[in-house]
């Protein structure tokens, strides 16, 4: 899941594991592909679920 920001654009703020508990209203569905290309470019993963390790995508 992709947490979004606050404001116009809305740009991605989080990566999250689709079971996370820390996810808020402002969370979408994404897929794996899309969600390591946002972390491969520099939105930060949550440090509750570690989307990064369940991926395969470590820094």
Do not use: F
């Not at 606050?6 to 979408?28: E, F």
């Amino acid at each position: 899941m992709v947490e979004r920001g606050i404001g116009a654009g809305r740009l991605p703020a989080r990566v999250h594991t689709g079971d996370c508990w820390d996810t808020r209203k402002r969370c979408v569905p994404a897929a794996a592909e899309q969600m390591r290309r946002l972390l491969a470019e520099g939105v930060p993963a949550c440090i509750h679920c570690r989307p990064d390790t369940a991926l395969g995508v470590l820094d």
